[in-house]
């Protein structure tokens, strides 16, 4: 189950987009779905914004994409190790948690290095005398590790080489074997051999191992003390306790200093090719902090990101949030043309040529016999009142006006005189920050055969305003054409009252011979009637372009 699911409208949000994401998921809590949230991939538009502070509804959380993220695919309680932790403590971690990379931390839990359970027994297994005999570790480790009692001597915390040998035969064999060998480099492990263990204290060896808990002679403790000789009695057996030796070894002798590390808000697609490329098991991911936050492995790539889509009032991969296409997309409530990606899973998909997608969410409470409370059915009126023009608009239909009438009561609005409120308080240019902003504000792209197009809309109350900012604004779209490399910019700027829009256009000047309205002025076309980009001007394009 996906932790989370948002309900999200296209970029550059219009208030059907916003209101149908946010009435939506208010629908699915409402049956039982607590994990639905109201999502938006651009900030509102002044009309929106103004429509939300009017009903006291919080905008909804802000996506700037949904881009897969390292965050989203690992485990951010990675199993650590300290450096001083010994090797036998450390294979028990490789062997509980089933991994094969251990991040080693220091005390702000900062990597320092790796340990490779790979290259870790390549290292340990190796073949050679010195290898078998030696041991890395400190008194310390190598007491805590063989469960040691101390006769003599103190448990020092520096690192030392040792030499291993078992006392298993006879002193005079015994002291062949340890010739050559600096005795204060020597540890020695017997049992209940006196003689032996006289010998190797006698040598002034470093550390004596009394095995299978043993006593030792009161005056063989007394000479080891006096000597400077640390002594040792564990419970194990020889062959036990040589093994322990081995493994007391800290970490810090097997950290890999050189590993792949990653942050955990980089894309899990620079994740993958690292994985893919470095020769390396896994990656460390790093909080912003540099503190670890887990470890990738391949396997991390096949995890389930823990949220999904749900598209409103859009259902093409091209006007959807950045990284759509790599999220899982749960249902798509539409009321435009078809463009839908393809999905690895059936999903629900309601589409219906209405006026507004909020008309399909009100549609789904009222089936389901259930009320909006008066907020959200505000929003829903409001959305229905934005798309279809206070209902001019020639994409309205019999089923819009229906649901606008049930509405009503629910929102305790009239929709006409709110739709003008709407409208009037919002309309024109001088609502937007700028000029780019008020193009941009409901800005869609569109293809026709090699053509790629985009078209925008403002709607007014007269052109007084438009005219002032002509010039303006087609300096603007022969910017956004250039920047978003399109074939043709253009621009809908609709009065309300008089049903009338004026087209500005920028590039394919050749428009100018099909377009099939009245060229009122270079580049700037009267579209008497014509209200939708939806259904009036996008399919008009279409058709216009395709023929070029």
């Known amino acids: 189950m996906h932790e989370k699911i948002y309900v999200i409208g ?82 028990e971690l490789f062997h509980r948690h089933a991994i094969r990379v251990l991040p080693v931390v220091d005390q702000e839990c900062r990597p320092q290095g790796v340990v490779s359970l790979l290259k870790l027994s390549e290292k340990y297994l190796v073949a050679g005398t010195d290898r078998r005999r030696g041991v890395d570790s400190t008194l310390a480790a190598l007491g805590r590790c063989l469960e040691a009692t101390v006769l003599s001597g103190g448990l020092s915390e520096q690192m030392e080489h040792l030499h291993l040998f078992i006392g298993a035969m006879t002193e005079e064999s015994f002291s062949k074997r340890i010739e050559g060998y600096d005795p204060a480099s020597l540890l020695i492990m017997t049992g209940d051999r006196p003689s032996i263990q006289q010998s190797a204290i006698e040598s002034g060896v470093r550390l004596l191992v009394i095995t299978g808990g043993l006593p030792l002679r009161e005056d063989l403790i ?238 007014v109350v007269g052109f007084d305003e438009f005219y002032e900012l002509k010039e303006l604004l087609w300096d603007v779209l022969r910017q956004v054409k250039q920047a978003d490399k399109l074939d043709l910019a253009g621009l809908m700027v609709t009065d309300i009252y008089s049903e009338t829009t004026l087209f500005l256009a920028e590039g394919k000047n050749e428009l100018a011979h099909l377009m099939g309205y009245p060229q009122v002025e270079p580049h700037l076309y009267e579209l008497k009637g014509v209200m939708s980009r939806k259904k009036q001007m996008v399919p008009h394009l279409l058709k216009v372009l395709g023929a070029l």
């Not at 103004?50 to 199993?79: E, W």
């Not at 200093?257 to 490329?277: A, D, N, T, W, Y």
Request: net charge negative; glycine share 6%.
């Open 222 to 459: 007394d000479l080891a003390q006096e000597r400077g000789v640390t002594v040792f009695s564990t419970p194990h057996d020889t062959a036990t306790a040589a093994s322990l030796a081995r493994l007391s070894t800290p970490l810090a002798c097997f950290v890999d200093q050189k590993f792949e590390r990653i942050g955990v808000m980089e894309s899990v697609e620079h994740l993958r090719l690292k994985l893919l490329h470095s020769g390396e098991p896994a990656v460390v991911a790093l909080e912003e902090d540099g503190s670890i936050a887990g470890v990738a492995t391949k396997s991390s790539l096949l995890t389930p990101l823990p949220y999904a889509l749900i598209l409103v009032d859009h259902n093409e991969l091209t006007q959807a949030v950045p990284g759509a296409e790599a999220v899982e997309i749960l249902a798509v409530i539409d009321h435009h043309k078809l463009g839908n990606p393809a999905t690895n899973q059936p999903i629900t998909f309601m589409a219906a040529p209405v006026g507004s997608t909020c008309s399909i969410v009100a549609s789904l409470y009222r089936e389901r016999g259930m009320e909006p409370e008066q907020r959200i059915a505000a929003l829903l009126l409001a959305g229905i009142m934005s798309d279809t023009v206070i209902l001019k608009s020639p994409t309205t239909t019999k089923r819009d006006r229906e649901l606008v009438a049930w509405l009503e009561p629910l929102a305790g609005l009239e929709h006409s005189s709110f739709g003008k409120d709407i409208f009037a308080s919002c309309s024109g240019f001088s609502a937007h920050a700028s000029l780019e902003k008020a193009v941009r504000a409901d800005f869609k792209e569109f293809t026709a055969g090699e053509t790629v197009f985009g078209v925008g809309q403002v709607e």
């Open 10 to 91: 296209h970029r550059n949000p219009d208030t059907d987009s916003i209101a149908s994401a946010i009435a939506y998921a208010v629908f699915r809590r409402s049956l039982g779905h607590s994990n639905v949230c109201a999502a938006m991939a651009g900030q509102p538009n002044p009309q929106t914004s103004y429509i939300l502070k009017r009903l006291g509804i919080d905008p909804p959380t802000y996506l700037a994409d949904v881009h897969p993220k390292v965050r989203d695919v690992i485990n951010r309680s990675p199993v650590t190790a300290p450096t001083d932790l010994p090797l036998k403590d450390a294979l």
